[in-house]
């Protein structure tokens, strides 16, 4: 059942991708930035009334709106590259998300990786440059 799962998250996740990248040639990133963005914030709001324990404190909001803004500049800067790059080079450049998560928690969170951990992020960063070397060359 898992790996049913897991193939249809990543076939949901690739037509996302490939409606993401069409939908550009009709509208600009800003407007797709705010469709999803303002659909998203609908939908989260919306549950967060049906949460338990209820965290609908003044402090949750010192954490939700940077995380609205960060979203909405990373999405932004992701549909300007979608809009300019092949899609089969953009979507691999989002594996780098490890390795800044990595970071971050190492000096905001005091997380330490295995070295299991420390393989697979520099086994994906290896494939993503071998991808934009090849790309480069050509």
Do not use: C, H
Not at 25 to 33: K, P, R, V, W
């Amino acid at each position: 059942m898992s790996i049913l799962l897991a193939l249809l998250n990543g076939t949901l996740w690739a037509l996302l991708d490939l409606l993401r990248k069409q939908s550009l040639n009709y509208l600009n990133e800003f407007a797709i930035a705010f469709i999803l963005i303002f659909s998203q914030l609908i939908l989260f709001s919306i549950l967060l009334l049906f949460t338990y324990p209820k965290i609908m404190t003044i402090n949750y909001f010192y954490y939700y709106i940077p995380l609205i803004v960060l979203n909405t500049i990373s999405l932004l800067l992701f549909l300007k590259n979608i809009k300019i790059e092949d899609i089969s080079l953009s979507i691999p450049i989002l594996s780098f998300t490890p390795l800044f998560s990595a970071v971050y928690a190492y000096f905001f969170l005091d997380e330490k990786l295995y070295f299991s951990e420390f393989l697979g992020i520099f086994s994906i960063l290896i494939g993503v440059i071998f991808l934009y070397s090849k790309s480069m060359s050509v």
